[in-house]
């Protein structure tokens, strides 16, 4: 790939600077020659996956108008950012969702005219829609979805007006928004695209792409950043989709939409009952009677032994 054009924004991806500096001036020269100009102001170069110091960088120009180097740029409405990391992107879906939940707050979310039904659906049809846009390729962390899960938590208890004395578990609150949590309505988009990646013949550059892999080089010591086919494998397993016959269920869109349906909607049960489950066990635990040595003075139960000369030091500290 030497060129990645939509409308009026370009992205030019190499593996050396050399290569680079020449995309650059070709392009420069073929925009000239058809009347165009690059606008250097707008044009940056980022480097991703390594983090020279900005001293060691290599300096890029057009027609003798140097470049700025950037650690996050923005294309086509999502964040790239030089460390691979997804928490910029995440971040910047939640501030965009949040405005955009604001503006709408007072003509929608905190009508008393509307149902909440009616609500939810706005707040699906816009807020949802700008919290994941582009998620499609995403790899999401654990720490990823948990943030945009407390966001969506806290647009549905100010639709619903429950407040944190309501004593409201999450998943109550999603049966009475009737909306899922935000990883499963990240998944169904996932495996949508999945299934429409998998149906593309082989020439084109998003399925080229799910099956590409490098021709040189490895992967660095220690645990590395997930790639994308890992989200994959990861993503079908919790679904019960087998591996094996992938591509002959997408090739069908009506069995892949009912084996994603019904895929989904266990991991959504299991889901819910794990949640049960430790909520039931913190509970317990909480409520346990704690079993220990007991001070002779106070009758503070202590959890062993050590704990216990801990506690009768204080007995001897001088009261003021």
Known sequence: MHELQYAD???????????????????ADAYQ????????????????????SPASQPSFTVHGD?????????????????DLDLSHE??????????????LGHRVFFNHNLSVATKVAVYKAICISILLYGCESWVPYRRHIKALEAHHIRCLQSILNVRWWHNKTHTEIRHL???DSAEH???????????????MPSNRLPRRLLYGELLSGQRPVGRPKLRYSDHIKSMLKKCNIPESNLENLAADRESWRSTCAAGLKNLSATSEQVASDRRARRHAASQATPAGPACP??????????GLRSHLRSHRRPQN
């Open 9 to 27: 924004d370009a992205a030019l991806p190499s593996h050396t600077p050399f290569s680079l500096q020449h995309s650059l001036n070709a392009l």
């Open 185 to 199: 309505l990240l998944l169904p988009r996932q495996l949508r695209w999945l299934g429409h990646v998998l149906r």
């Open 90 to 103: 995440v971040q910047q879906r939640i501030k965009l969702a949040s405005s955009a939940f604001g503006r």
């Open 177 to 179: 928004a009737k909306i």
């Open 33 to 52: 020659r058809a009347g165009l100009t690059i606008n250097t102001k707008k044009t940056e170069i980022l480097s991703l996956g390594s983090h020279p």
């Open 297 to 306: 003075q106070c009758g503070r139960i202590c959890a062993s032994d050590f």
């Open 66 to 82: 140097a470049l700025n180097t950037t650690q996050h740029f923005t294309y086509l409405g999502s964040i790239l950012a030089s």
